[in-house]
């Protein structure tokens, strides 16, 4: 999903942006979040960004608030095929042992 972790409640706003991630379920992939940072005051959106008009960034827009959201992690989700789950957490290590070598501090 394009987006960070999001406030309570503000579910019912993003389905058709979530709907890309929803085939993982039905397929029974494998799948697993890896925080990678966390959501600045400084992360607003920009001039190109708020021209653009397609379907995800009128949900997107609708919900996101860099001040609000202050705080929220935004993950990198890794998806293995069925029955690869023990691929899936090797993987996860992995970009989480990368990005403490780039300095984000473990969460």
Known sequence: MPIPAIPH?????????AASTFLYNVLDYAVGSVPV???????????????????????MYKIYDAKKMSGLPVG???VGRV??????????????SALRV????KS
């Open 9 to 17: 409640n503000e579910t019912a706003n993003i389905l058709p942006v």
């Open 37 to 59: 940072t966390r959501v600045t005051e400084k992360d607003t959106t920009s001039a190109a960004y708020d021209s653009w008009k397609g379907v995800v960034h009128w949900y």
């Open 76 to 78: 990198v989700q890794v």
């Open 83 to 96: 029955l690869e789950e023990e691929k899936v957490v090797g993987m996860m290590k992995i970009v989480d």
């Open 102 to 105: 780039q300095g984000r501090e």
